[in-house]
């Protein structure tokens, strides 16, 4: 082979520009393995300089059936490499991994993807190739029988990957027609409202500390006393946990009535909203 038959060859093989290969393939006598080493080696090093850098955009993707579904986040730095195909395709192909190791980060990392190749180097590889940071994120597994499990995407990028995304799981054991419509609508719901739990009780003790802290802030600043402060706090926490709790919160296709009234007129026995995940890139 020529000097630029191997440069192409390595190209190809690794991504990476015309003047890394050269100077791999100088550094390597020519060997093609050796050369595809050094240049892993130069991308590790050059992966861990971006990892200082924000990455905010990205792309959600969901992977499943009824029974179990996975939501995975993959971020990057700019919008124009979330729709870059390198990024698409290995998305695409983390996602489905995802789903059969049920979420599992640790797994997930040192699992093969089809090149042969752990998802930790081929993750390296593609910062080296594409110039950005690139990390996996926030990653979540719904599985069970005894539930019926329903996705949403919003802002689709291509296929399963969009800027949105949301899974929602029902128990029943009814089959009605109700059900299946009322999941969809559910995961649209979420998408749109953004609950932070079921049920406010459930809702993280330190997003309401900080949430009172800026109550507390705000009203300070207009110049309240202490013990206005405090009966105030009161009124304004209570509702903020009944916007941001998902049984109390307005339907968003009937907004005159809460979700949990929706459940009721749905007059389907033992039907409960199990658990839901909601994953926006930026948030």
């Known amino acids: 082979m020529s000097d630029i038959q191997n ?44 990892m200082s850098r924000n990455a905010n955009e990205g792309l959600i993707a969901i992977s499943g059936d009824k029974n179990k579904c996975s939501i995975i986040e993959l971020n990057c730095e700019t919008d124009f490499v979330a729709k870059n195909e390198d990024f ?28 042969g190749i752990s998802v930790e180097e081929n993750l390296i590889n593609l910062i080296s190739k594409i110039g950005e940071k690139i990390n996996i ?63 406010a009780k459930n809702i993280d003790d330190q997003i309401l500390k900080k949430e009172e802290e800026l109550i507390s802030q705000e009203l300070k600043n207009l110049g309240k006393s202490e013990d206005i402060i405090k009966k105030i706090s009161i009124g304004k926490i209570n509702k903020f946990k009944e916007e941001n709790s998902l049984l109390n919160q307005y339907w968003v296709m009937e907004p005159k009535k809460k979700v949990k009234e929706i459940i009721q007129e749905l007059s389907i026995p033992n039907l409960q909203i199990e658990e839901f995940i909601r994953l926006k890139i930026g948030d």
């Open 88 to 115: 698409i395709n290995f998305s695409k192909e983390l996602s489905e991994l995802n789903n059969s190791l049920k979420s599992d980060k640790d797994k997930l990392n040192k699992s093969k993807m089809k090149n």
């Open 137 to 199: 994120g926030r990653i979540k597994t719904i599985e069970s029988k005894s539930k019926k499990i329903f996705k949403y995407q919003h802002s689709v990028v291509k296929d399963n990957l969009s800027k949105l995304g949301v899974i929602v799981s029902i128990k029943t054991e009814s089959t009605d027609e109700k059900v299946y419509n009322f999941g969809k609508q559910l995961s649209m719901h979420i998408a749109a409202s953004n609950p932070l739990s079921l049920e």
């Open 7 to 50: 440069i192409k060859k390595l190209r190809s093989l690794t991504g990476a520009g015309f003047k890394d290969c050269s100077s791999a393939l100088e550094e390597s006598s020519g060997n093609i393995e050796k050369a595809i080493e050094i240049l892993r080696v130069k991308g590790i090093s050059k992966a861990s300089k971006k």
